[in-house]
């Protein structure tokens, strides 16, 4: 099938890797020029494992994948995949801005096209949004009669970063909400040699099921971490407990890894978008997910609460910080637990040695205040507190926290052996 995608981030050129490895011919269309010419050297513009190679292989070796950023080369495709980023207004609403720009921009090319062609909302939104702003947006800038004409879809996307193209490739499902059945039938043909379940519902159901989704993992996180706070108490292992617990299908053994809370792009935007338009369009004020969030602002604060039961006051203390990326093998810093935490430490005047395998390139320009090290050795040397803020396999090496104070975020250590040889505390075991 020949696929256009709009939108050259994560989602988008993952999604354009994956499909065009499995055959489909593919165009991603971004405005950004320098994204659009290294993907055409076959150079990804995002780090994530075996991306590069695969990119290189679709862009040199078969051909099946170009770049470009002019919209007309939608004609030459069958159907676009609008995956532009939503970033999260000020109040938590989704700024939509990059989805009306696309849409206008997809809905003018369309204008001149007589076949029937179909736009795909893959972008996460709100439940609602291809129904209220993209399909009269699509209507008004192609001037064609949506649903007959042209038609839309929404597909959502599931895949996780740090294992982007397995999970995109290997879905656990694909939902597929149409607006027409015709739209929902050439989405279904893009993933013809796939057998996992398909869904077919509405365009706003398939919606709310990202949402949902999303919402339901946060809701797992935050539920390990108040067990895990309690356990604390108890003096009980919240490891032990997630596994007892994982072992019951209808409970199942993911995402109870207990820790500094969840961050990146989707989780808390998408949590925080769901809030928003519950409580202000909807008028349905959602407790359980107000506490959800909650739960996560507050866990990352416990990890300087402890540094300051180890240190008290925290002024010229000296904090190092193992790990700036949401979580390993991504190099994503956005809403990084680890960015507001040494913020914070910041303020109280503490001094940050940091080191990521990966992320020190973002974390450096919206912190200039820290100091940057080139080694996890190199972090920790001369440290009054370690605080490990993501599990990369680097910083399980025993031998970095020996002797020191160490303030575990993610489960890095085995507690009873870390005790023996360093002043060891879990966040919340
Ligand atoms: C998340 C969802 O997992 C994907 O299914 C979804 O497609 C994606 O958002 C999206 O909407 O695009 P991602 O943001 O890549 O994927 O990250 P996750 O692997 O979900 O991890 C999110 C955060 O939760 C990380 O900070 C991680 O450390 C934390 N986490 C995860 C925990 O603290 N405990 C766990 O048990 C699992």
Redesign the pocket.
Same mark, same amino acid.
């Given at each position: 099938m020949r696929i256009s995608i709009i939108g050259a981030g994560?989602?988008g050129l993952v999604t354009a890797v994956a499909l065009a490895t499995k055959g489909h011919n593919i165009i991603v269309i971004d405005v950004d020029n320098i994204k659009v010419d290294a993907i055409n050297r076959g150079e990804s513009p995002i780090w994530e494992e075996g991306l590069d190679e695969l990119l290189l292989n679709c862009v040199r070796d078969d051909g099946s994948l170009k770049a470009s950023s002019d919209y007309g080369e939608i004609l030459d495709s069958d159907v676009t995949l609008i995956c532009v980023d939503t970033i999260s207004k000020s109040d938590g609403s989704l700024n939509l801005s990059n989805i009306e720009d696309s849409v206008k921009g997809i809905g003018t090319v369309l204008s001149k096209k007589r076949d029937y062609h179909v736009v795909v909302t893959r972008s996460?939104v709100i439940p609602g949004t291809t129904r209220n702003l993209i399909v009269p947006l699509l209507g008004k800038y192609s001037g064609k009669q949506v649903g007959s004409e042209l038609g839309v879809a929404v597909n959502?996307? $599931?895949?996780?970063? @740090?294992?982007?193209l397995q999970?995109s490739s290997h879905p656990d499902r694909i939902i597929i909400g149409e607006y027409d059945r015709k739209a929902g039938d050439m989405v279904r043909g893009i993933y013809d040699d796939i057998s996992v379940p398909i869904l077919r519902t509405d365009i706003t159901t398939a919606e709310m099921i990202?949402s949902a989704?999303?919402a339901f993992?946060?809701t797992?996180?935050s539920f390990?971490?108040e067990i895990g706070n309690i356990c604390q108490k108890l003096g009980i292992d919240v490891y032990t407990v997630a596994k007892g617990m994982g072992f019951d299908h209808r409970i199942g053994d993911? $995402?109870?890894?207990? @820790?500094?809370?969840?961050?990146?792009?989707?989780?808390p935007k998408?949590l925080k978008a769901l809030l928003f338009t519950s409580v202000n369009d909807l008028s349905y004020r959602p407790r359980l997910l107000e506490a959800v969030y909650d739960v996560n602002r507050d866990q990352a604060m416990r990890m300087i609460e402890l540094a300051e039961q180890k240190l008290g006051n925290l002024a010229n203390k000296r904090i190092s910080i193992l790990g700036l990326a949401?979580?390993?093998n991504?190099a994503?810093i956005r809403?990084?637990?680890a960015i507001e935490i040494i913020r914070r430490l910041l303020e109280k005047g503490a001094l940050i040695a940091a080191y990521d395998p990966e992320a020190m390139l973002d974390a450096r320009r919206i912190l200039p205040q820290a100091r940057y090290c080139d080694s996890a050795i190199e972090a920790v040397s001369d440290s009054d507190c370690v605080l490990v803020l993501?599990?990369w396999n680097e910083f399980r090496d025993e031998s970095l926290y020996h002797g020191k104070v160490v303030i575990d975020g993610?489960r890095i250590l085995i507690p009873e052996r870390a005790k023996a040889f360093c002043d060891y505390q879990g966040i919340c075991w």
């Open positions: 994560y989602v996460t959502p996307e $599931f895949m996780q970063e @740090g294992k982007a999970t990202k989704s999303n993992l946060t797992k996180i390990i971490n993911q $995402f109870l890894n207990a @820790g500094v809370g969840f961050g990146g792009s989707c989780l998408d949401f979580k390993p991504t994503d809403v990084a637990p993501t599990e993610r």
